[in-house]
C-alpha cells in the first residue's frame, strides 16, 4: 500500500491528452513539492517533472504538472507511442521524514 | 554529467546481509549539498525509498526499514554505501543509487539482488 496513491492504468490513442492523477496528504503533497517519473521497463526512472510544474531541460512541452492541495496530476498531449512507461509521483513526507512515491500508473498507447 | 554505479553481490541467503556501493563520477560527494541516496523495486512493483546521507553524516530512513539499513559514505573515494542485514525473499529487488535533492535527477542503472536458499 503506497502512501501516495495513483491509478494503476491509464491509456490513449496516438494523438490524445491523458492525465494521471496522484492523491496524497496534508504532511507530503499538502506541504511540499511533488516530482514524477517515467520508467521504461529494464530502465532506471527518468525525472519528467520538479517542483510541482517545472520540466528538466529535454523533456518536451507537452508534458505537464500541476498540484492543488492534497493532489498533482501528470498530463501528457499528443500522445506518442514512445511514451508507453510507468510513470510514478513522489513527494517528502514530513511525518515520515522521508520520500513516498505512488504505487505507478502503466501508460499504454493504444 | 554526474553517474552512478552500483556495485556487490546478486545473490544472497536469507539472514545474510546485503552491502552495495555506489561509486560517483562528475561531482564531488562532498563538494555539494545534496544527499546521496538509495531507492529499491522489487520486481513487477513500484518504487520504494530506502533511505539518504549527505556527507556529513546525516541521514534519513524509511521507517519500514530502518532496523535492518545503514548507509554510509566514504568521501576519500567519492562513493556510498548500503548495508541491509536479516535479509529474506521479499528484499529480492533491483537497487537504485541516486543524487537526492528534493527530486532525484540522477540514477544508477540498477543492480539486481535475489535472496534465495
Known amino acids: 500500500q503506497s502512501v501516495l496513491t495513483q491509478p494503476p492504468s491509464a491509456s490513449g490513442p496516438p494523438g490524445q491528452r491523458v492525465t494521471i492523477s496522484c492523491s496524497g496528504s496534508?504532511?507530503?503533497?499538502?506541504?511540499?513539492?511533488v516530482h514524477w517519473y517515467q520508467q521504461v521497463p529494464g530502465t532506471a526512472p527518468k525525472l519528467l517533472i520538479f517542483?510541482?510544474?517545472k520540466r528538466p531541460s529535454g523533456v518536451p512541452d507537452r508534458i505537464s504538472g500541476s498540484k492543488s492541495d492534497t493532489s498533482a496530476s501528470l498530463a501528457i498531449s499528443g500522445l506518442q507511442s514512445e511514451d508507453e512507461a510507468d510513470y510514478y509521483c513522489?513527494?517528502?513526507?514530513?511525518?515520515?521524514?522521508?520520500?513516498?512515491f505512488g504505487g505507478g500508473t502503466k501508460l499504454t498507447v493504444l | 554529467q554526474v553517474q552512478l554505479q552500483e556495485s556487490g553481490p546478486g545473490l544472497l541467503k536469507p539472514s545474510e546481509t546485503l552491502s552495495l556501493t555506489c561509486t560517483v563520477s562528475?561531482?564531488?560527494?562532498?563538494?555539494?549539498?545534496?544527499?546521496w541516496g538509495w531507492i529499491r523495486q522489487t520486481p513487477g512493483k513500484g518504487l520504494e525509498w530506502i533511505g539518504i546521507?549527505?556527507?556529513?553524516?546525516?541521514?534519513y530512513y524509511n521507517p519500514s526499514l530502518k532496523s535492518r539499513v545503514t548507509i554510509s559514505v566514504d568521501t576519500s573515494m567519492n562513493h556510498f554505501s548500503l548495508k541491509v542485514n536479516s535479509l529474506t525473499a521479499s528484499d529480492t529487488a533491483m537497487y537504485y543509487c541516486?543524487?537526492?535533492?528534493?527530486?532525484?535527477?540522477?540514477w544508477g542503472q540498477g543492480t539486481l539482488v535475489t535472496v534465495s536458499s
Open positions: 517542483s510541482n510544474i
Open positions: 496534508r504532511s507530503n503533497i499538502g506541504t511540499n513539492t
Open positions: 562528475g561531482d564531488s560527494i562532498s563538494g555539494t549539498n545534496y544527499y
Open positions: 546521507i549527505h556527507y556529513s553524516g546525516s541521514t
Open positions: 513522489a513527494a517528502w513526507d514530513d511525518s515520515l521524514n522521508g520520500l513516498v
Open positions: 541516486a543524487r537526492h535533492d528534493l527530486e532525484i535527477r540522477f
